[in-house]
């Protein structure tokens, strides 16, 4: 038996499991903390392909480069306003990570020579960009160097900001770059408090409701075993930590500990049981092994399923988590079960006393609950369903740039102000195909074409070689212009055949794009000398992020059936996996209801959420059937099995789930309020899942379970 030799060579098996874990740690010094806009944008698919195409082949700059600052002056156009934008461009430039930088002070309007400031800020080329639309703010472009660096930003904007606070005023900053380099800090200071604070409430909680500490400590120690060998390992692939594989070792430390718990309530339940080899802790160690070796790997298949399924979306950053999560539900699983069966081969003292059990008190409420007849149970779950159903019908998939930042953090209010008085900060992009060059016929059509698109409700502006025509640039001059760099992006490549439109806009929403993107097509239409098409950044994130929703929801009913044939496969009664599965899908369908009634959309975490919450749920369920499973072999009536299980199997899922709650809660406090809903969805599905779990699901193994001829199961006091 692979148990029995656990146990008898357990100081081998104990080095071999560290010697693997410092292997990974080392890689783990490797590791960085990145948030690459481009992660974000790449794709396989040629349409999105050809949608950057422009960057890649004609030479254009992403608008990544792009940093927008402004702050409140009365009078813009005074001397001393001019002087401090003058030193705060000088400044800037002196910082080697800046490529230019355009305010009111410097700007130039081409085709026109010596004119004053006033006019520039009126000029069509910078209109709302150096000059509030009130007048009370001036503003302006700093155009960052390829291939800038976070830390470079940040030297760059704390200088700037702590030179202008001298002189008693305060910058807003706002652009892409600004978002990244703020995103960045707030996953560095997520990992840094929320890993320590989970790890230590965790702690605590195991070892007040284990009733062994060596056992909580050896359930614990599969915890840091899984976080650096599955950080060290996506150290040595070159991954870095970003938004979305932040949360990588927050579920790690949740969900790591979930198998040992049920060890150690089996492990006790073997030694100081009844049978033969009571009170020897190596053959319960090794008993322990062989009846929770199938529960716990079914239990992390099902997890690692589920997420698996994120590796078929697009998204780069969602499949390295997926992947990582799998590998780390992996190592979870292979240390848990050579660790402890290990470690408690040497545990013969009793267990100690809790001066409060609130596991206790939850088992009997669930075995209370037994007292009413299934069907009640049944049919409340059945109307509850019923409403969550109608109230998820509403559900919307709806994401926005800044969605996962708190309205009133530092970086949503300098953007707020920045838009209310200048111009939108998520800059959409129009590539126009002008077939022949720029003549006049299709210079017409491009004014007429940029006029239309300035009349949709969510465009500031935009900014195009049609203001510098309007400016009274010569058609002859504009490839000299072009070329001398005056302007921030590109506007017409080299051969003359493509121009590009910025179009600055609110951070709207998925479906404000979607109306934006068919105005597009329809402003184009019947304009025969050019071809305008969406490009660009904000497309290409668009289109992943719908595509990345449609295909988690497509992977999450995938992971389902996949899930339901392993439960079946395990215990082979087609009724119970069906009880085991309608208890998981339940709580799900009152998460969906109750989000739509607090206002979340379906975007990327939320959905992510419920594959995690699925998985986690599950386990809990599969141990809770397989205990049914087993008693019920043993000749004991559902009602019977069911109590039963509830008594030996459901301590370690009350405790798991409480870790869990407790765990998910931590991150609640996150800067990101896509973290706070990603662990709100994620504690709530699993309180409504302990609750199926200890209440629905022994329901509907009663219902469903087979009675012989002419008898029932009936209800009575357990």
Not at 106 to 115: H, K, M, Y
Not at 498 to 526: N, P
Request: include cysteine; proline fraction near 5%.
């Amino acid at each position: 038996m692979l148990g029995e030799t656990i146990v008898r060579r357990r100081v081998a098996v104990l080095c071999l499991v560290v010697l693997v874990a410092a292997a990974f740690a080392c890689g783990m010094a490797r590791l960085k903390v990145g948030f690459g806009v481009d992660n974000f944008f790449r794709s396989d698919d040629p349409t999105l392909r050809a949608a950057r195409s422009h960057y890649r082949e004609q030479g254009f700059q992403p608008p990544d480069r792009i940093l927008l600052f402004g702050w409140p002056e009365p009078d813009p156009f005074a001397d001393a306003a001019l002087d401090r934008l003058e030193a705060f461009g000088a400044a800037a430039r002196a910082h080697q990570v800046v490529s230019a930088v355009t305010t009111l002070a410097t700007a130039q309007v081409p085709g026109r020579l010596r004119i004053d400031p006033e006019q520039v800020a009126a000029s069509r080329t910078w209109r709302q960009l150096l000059v509030s639309k009130d007048r009370d703010a001036v503003g302006g472009v700093i155009v960052l160097q390829q291939g800038w660096h976070h830390t470079e930003l940040r030297a760059l904007c704390d200088d700037l900001s702590a030179q202008l606070l001298a002189s008693g005023h305060e910058v807003r900053w706002c652009g892409l770059p600004y978002h990244t380099m703020e995103s960045r800090q707030l996953v560095r200071d997520d990992m840094s408090r929320f890993l320590p604070i989970g790890t230590a409430v965790s702690a605590v909680l195991l070892f007040w409701l284990v009733p062994h500490w060596v056992l909580a400590l050896a359930a614990l120690l599969v915890v840091p075993l899984t976080l650096v060998s599955t950080l060290g390992l996506m150290a040595l692939c070159g991954v870095e930590i970003t938004m979305l594989t932040s949360t990588l070792p927050t579920l790690l430390l949740c969900m790591s500990v979930a198998d040992g718990l049920h060890m150690v309530g089996r492990f006790l339940e073997e030694r100081d049981g009844d049978g033969p080899g009571r009170g020897d802790a190596r053959v319960a160690a090794a008993r322990t092994f062989a009846a929770m070796l199938v529960p716990c790997l079914l239990t992390s298949l099902t997890t690692i399923v589920g997420f698996a399924t994120l590796l078929r979306a697009e998204l780069r950053d969602l499949g390295q988590l997926g992947l990582f999560a799998a590998a780390g539900m992996g190592f979870a699983f292979v240390y848990t079960m050579l660790l402890l069966p290990a470690v408690m081969s040497w545990v013969r003292s009793p267990v100690g006393r809790r001066p409060l059990d609130p596991v206790g008190t939850v088992l009997r409420a669930a075995a209370a609950a037994q007292r009413l007849s299934p069907r009640w149970w049944l049919g409340a779950a059945g109307l509850l369903s019923v409403l969550a159903a109608w109230s998820g019908s509403g559900m919307q998939t709806e994401h926005r740039i800044t969605a996962d930042l708190w309205p009133d953090s530092a970086v949503m209010r300098q953007m707020t102000w920045y838009e209310q008085r200048f111009v939108g900060v998520v800059p959409a992009e129009i590539v126009v195909d002008v077939p022949g060059g720029l003549g006049a016929t299709q210079r017409a059509q491009l004014a007429e074409f940029v006029t239309r698109i300035e009349k949709d409700p969510t465009v500031s502006r935009t900014l195009s070689i049609v203001d510098l025509f309007a400016d009274g640039l010569p058609p002859a001059l504009l490839p000299a212009v072009q070329k001398s760099g005056a302007l921030p992006p590109g506007f017409v490549a080299a051969s003359g055949e493509l121009v590009r439109l910025l179009v600055f806009r609110g951070d709207h929403g998925t479906g404000a794009w979607r109306r934006f993107e068919a105005a597009v097509v329809a402003d184009g239409a019947g304009l025969d000398a050019i071809r305008p098409r969406l490009a660009g950044l904000q497309m290409v994130g668009t289109a992943l992020v719908l595509s990345m929703t449609d295909d988690l929801a497509l992977s999450f009913l995938g992971s389902v059936v996949v899930i339901f044939v392993l439960v079946w496969l395990q215990c082979r009664r087609l009724r119970l996996a069906i009880a085991a599965m309608l208890s998981c899908l339940v709580p799900m369908l009152l998460v969906v209801g109750l989000m739509v009634l607090l206002g979340i959309t379906l975007r990327p975490l939320t959905v992510i959420s419920f594959c995690v919450a699925l998985g986690l749920m599950v386990d809990d369920t599969i141990h809770l059937a397989a205990r049914y499973d087993e008693e019920r072999r043993r000749g004991l009536s559902p009602r019977d099995a069911v109590l039963c299980a509830l008594r030996t199997a459901g301590r370690p899922v009350v405790v798991t789930t409480l870790v869990l709650l407790v765990g998910f809660v931590t991150i609640l406090g996150s800067g990101f309020k896509g973290t706070f809903t990603f662990g709100l969805l994620v504690d709530l599905s699993l309180s409504f899942a302990l609750v199926a779990a200890l209440v629905l699901l022994p329901a509907l193994l009663r219902a469903l379970a087979p009675q012989p001829t002419g008898a029932q199961d009936t209800s009575g006091p357990p």
